[in-house]
């Protein structure tokens, strides 16, 4: 059963808080498929951009579960570490496919391809992907810096003239990545990634953002209560015309 225990609205940003982490994934899942289920009514196909990372598991497991027609969607994703392979476990790709794409098996996956050897051909390529779909649905997080996909501070440009573009990964994040498991140790966790940029995201007309966990609580304060600038890049959301932040008790631990 979903529980959600609060709604409000910071600016343009709704805010819906979930007794538990599973209870706010299903919310997410059920609102990502209603959106995805308007685009294919209308248009008969939707453009989706899928997330990564731990604080996507509640989501993904509840969006596979629901009415979904994906024979007609496309996916993008938002971000993949530079120079390594698919076959590494912490792969944004295979966290995908093994999660579920290989299991829903949409019309069509365009994937970033980190370990390209012509980065900056794949970084064009993906560009006019973007530019050639409107994305009705993208499925993001905040992360422990407050970044969205890998726009770390330091990186962040809300004006950003490219979509996507190489990225410096700051030592907030590559901890965030080695304390979600996905890495032994610190040095292993790469410097570099390709990331969709904060103006790729924001042209997308919907967007669900899943953020539970404790560890997340000062992220999500900071995101609805600092201001706006690339300090906390995902204080941007609130200027977005329709993103709804998807919570936990924990992550909402911080809010009065």
Known sequence: MTTEIKQFKKENLTVRIFTDEASAGKGSADFVAKHLNYAIRAKGHANLILATGASQFAFIEAIKTLPVDWSKITVFHLDEYRDLPETHPASFRKYLKERILDEVKPYQVNYIHGDAKDIEREIA???????????DVACIGIGENGHI????????DFNDPQLVKIVQLDDISR?????????STLEEVPREAVSLTIPAIMRCNVISCMVPDKRKANAVYNTLNAEIT????ATILRRHPYTVLFLDGNSASQLK
């Open 125 to 135: 390529r993906y560009e006019e992907l973007l530019k050639a779909a409107k994305i």
């Open 149 to 156: 996909a890998f726009n770390d501070p330091e990186v962040a």
């Open 175 to 183: 901890r965030q990545q080695l304390g979600e498991g996905w890495f």
């Open 230 to 233: 690339t300090a906390c890049p």
